[in-house]
């Protein structure tokens, strides 16, 4: 039996989670679980004048019910375990996580997967902006597991991203992949402007219609079939993301760039003459 936690509070005042781990409550009493601290605005309060909690932790799950657009750091730094959110998030859903599972049965506000380090996100909505990306300051963003947005996100997807994968069933705001080091960020819908800008290494893939004119610092290689799409695609299936059947054996055209960066990414654009 999983650990239900239910939101009760209504307030505008943000309310922050962090540091609430399946790993951290396995073993504990609910009462235990209760006085858990957490943040109303500069309040500290214990968890359990926000939430009503049942069931157990023992099998490192949380559930968790109610509108929680304004709890965030759901999931922070988790390095186990699964994360179940039903119904809307907050934002910094799975920051800095290594390990673990976390889907999110409706929207996400920003900072989806911010630095995250493994692990695998599925969001069954849309998302905010800065998903995967790097803190202001920071020199990486994600580093490393899986980020799935089933509808559309914001800008700076990626940001300064270092490894990892970030795929988007809808569509993408402004400067997708900004100042990427590497990694692959997938986008099915539409892309706002100037994707890659800045990027050293790594795979944009920009697969729906109408895309942004590619900047003049990318250079175009070439019209080609890449092998390794379908092998993505249908890892990304497998995971629960829907992918049309028509886009395994789709055309791109291929752009290599940042070449005022280092100059080793690509930008895949699904060809015309293949939509």
């Excluded at 309040?43 to 965030?72: I, K, N, Y």
């Excluded at 892309?191 to 990318?218: E, K, V, W, Y």
């Excluded at 390794?228 to 249908?234: A, E, G, I, R, S």
Aim: aromatic content about 6%.
């Amino acid at each position: 039996m999983p650990l239900t936690l239910t939101y009760q509070a209504e307030t505008s005042v943000p309310v922050e989670i962090e540091g609430l781990t399946p790993t951290w409550a396995r073993g504990k009493t609910l009462a235990q679980i209760g006085q858990f601290e957490i943040f109303h605005g500069n309040e500290r309060l214990p968890l359990a004048e926000m939430f009503s909690l049942g069931g157990s932790a023992d099998d490192l799950r949380f559930d968790f019910h109610g509108d929680l657009t304004g709890v965030h750091w759901i999931g922070a730094e988790m390095a186990d375990g699964e994360v179940h959110i039903h119904g809307p998030g907050g934002r910094h859903i799975g920051s800095q996580m290594s390990g673990g599972t976390i889907h999110v049965h409706g929207d996400a506000r920003g900072w989806v997967g911010a630095e995250m380090q493994g692990g695998f996100i599925h969001v069954h909505g849309s998302a905010g902006h800065l998903v995967g990306a790097a803190y202001r300051g920071s020199e990486k963003g994600m580093t490393g597991g899986t980020i799935l947005v089933d509808g559309h996100v914001g800008n700076e997807v990626g940001l300064t991203m270092r490894r990892g994968m970030i795929a988007v069933g809808g569509r993408a705001g402004d400067m997708l992949g900004f100042n990427m080091i590497a990694g692959t960020v997938l986008v099915f819908g539409e892309c706002g402007i100037r994707p890659g800008a800045g990027m050293r290494r790594g795979t944009l893939g920009l697969f729906g219609p109408n895309p942004p004119a590619i900047l003049p610092s990318f250079r175009f290689a070439c019209t080609a079939r890449p092998q390794v799409l379908p092998v993505m695609f249908n890892e990304l299936r497998r995971q629960g993301f829907t992918i049309d059947d028509e886009l395994l054996t789709a055309e791109c055209d291929v752009f290599n760039g940042d070449l005022v960066a280092l100059g080793r990414g690509e930008i895949l654009v699904r060809s015309a003459a293949a939509m």
